[in-house]
């Protein structure tokens, strides 16, 4: 009967998991699927032996301490080599981004303020230093408005200059500390006038919070 590696949780947290794979002599983990991107840290010298799908073979040399990495959606079964020797290695999986997923939560949060007209609901997204700089002004930043009660205001401004305002198909993504939001805004102002353009916010973040939103429309011409 084949022998089964042994696998040690060292660490898992909401980024990371830990696992040192200890293997007999012949020893293998058995066919498995990786979900995660992976490092594998040799914890010895050794060689593996890799069966991969379409009963193709391989042969895998282990350096102590030198590190390899790998993408998600690896698939194999992994065998100490040796008959002689056990083997072992660390992999450190990245599992998944808790804080990417609160950010994108907030630009969706906020998106869902401005469609509600809430004002409240759209500060409780914004930072304690929080700035937003509009899509038009006359700095090279668009109007700048700098700290909390100057963009309530802003905010404010912008429901009155549009008694009718929709922010629709949007989309979130979220990259370290900076966020990207794509929408259509389609408004109608105070004198009647119709909008309808493609824009975008840049976002930093402060923690879970958003600390400058950065926006830009498109100037239909
Ligand atoms: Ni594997």
């Not at 083997?87 to 997923?101: I, R």
Request: hydrophobic share 40%; net charge negative.
């Amino acid at each position: 009967m084949t022998e089964t590696a042994k696998p040690v949780v060292h660490l898992e947290d909401d980024r990371f998991k830990v696992t040192e794979w200890r293997f007999a002599p012949g020893a293998e983990t058995g066919w498995h699927r990786h979900e995660h991107d992976y490092v594998i840290v040799p914890l010895t010298d050794g060689t593996l032996r890799l069966d991969l799908p379409g009963d193709q073979q391989a042969e895998a040399r282990l350096t102590q301490g030198v590190p390899y990495s790998r993408r998600v959606g690896v698939e194999h079964n992994v065998i100490n080599g040796s008959t002689t020797a056990p083997l072992s290695f660390l992999e450190v999986e990245v599992v998944d981004d808790a804080q990417a997923h609160r950010r994108k939560a907030t630009m969706e949060r906020l998106m869902a303020a401005f469609n509600a007209r809430d004002l409240e609901g759209l500060m409780a997204c914004m930072s304690a230093h929080c700035a937003f700089h509009a899509a038009a002004g006359p700095e090279a930043e668009g109007t700048i408005h700098r700290g909390p009660d100057a963009v309530r205001a802003a905010y404010a401004a912008i429901f009155d200059a549009f008694p009718q305002a929709a922010w629709t198909e949007g989309a979130h993504v979220v990259m370290g500390d900076t966020g990207l939001s794509t929408w259509r805004f389609r408004g109608t102002t105070r004198e009647g006038g119709a909008i309808d353009v493609r824009g975008c916010d840049v976002f930093a973040f402060d923690g879970d919070l958003i600390a400058l939103k950065d926006s830009y429309r498109k100037a239909r011409g």
